[in-house]
């Protein structure tokens, strides 16, 4: 999920583009740490009540978005709360996956570490406005979740591996933009809202690794 990001007339100087990426990803490591204890502490949790912290979630992100331009210490404690919430919501898939192939889970995490930091270097350096695709990548992923809820009632050949391959595209692109956009940005009080965009990349691209990774436990 990609945030529009407000502007002002005078672009970052060097040092707050310095200082802008070194407080988004500070607050992405620390979200990403939550969400790590939020799964280990809904490690026994049903499935019925991830998806009640699912929801509280993404209630989460929406009082973040409107949080961003008028608090910045309600905008990181709302980023915080989403991470830790979605960490209790992926417990019981983690948990999952850590019972029948512990390996996956560690797969998964360097592959995603990798990826991220890939498709981030690339957004980051390249002068080619990204805005369009990520226009088109949005409609991609409402696509993706379409064919998604299509697996559940009708089965494809290989249709796990299909998706996760085709979601990892989609997400490529995304993480792309959104590194764009941290060095784009014009406001330094949208620290909060990029982290939770790039955190959500990443969180999306381990859980799609991990589905490919733990195919041979299936």
Known sequence: MSSDTPSISAPLTHDESGTLFGQTMGLVAVTAGLFALGAYLGRDMTGMLAWVFYILSFVVLFALNGAAQR?????????????????????????????????????AGGATALFIAGCGTA??????????LARVLFWALLALIVFGIVLIFVHIPNGSLIYAILGLVIFAGLTMFDFQRLRRTKDIRTAPLLAASIFL????????????????SS
């Not at 210490?73 to 192939?101: K, Q, R, W």
């Not at 990349?201 to 490919?212: E, G, P, R």
């Open 201 to 216: 990349d990443a969180l999306n691209v381990f859980l799609l690794f991990l589905s490919i990774f733990g195919r041979r």
């Open 71 to 107: 608090s910045e210490g309600l905008a990181i404690g709302l980023l915080f709360g989403f991470g830790v919430l979605l960490g209790l919501a992926v417990a019981p898939t983690i948990s999952y996956y850590v019972g029948v192939d512990p390996q996956a889970v560690w797969q």
């Open 123 to 132: 957004g980051y350096a390249t002068r080619r406005d990204l805005a369009p």
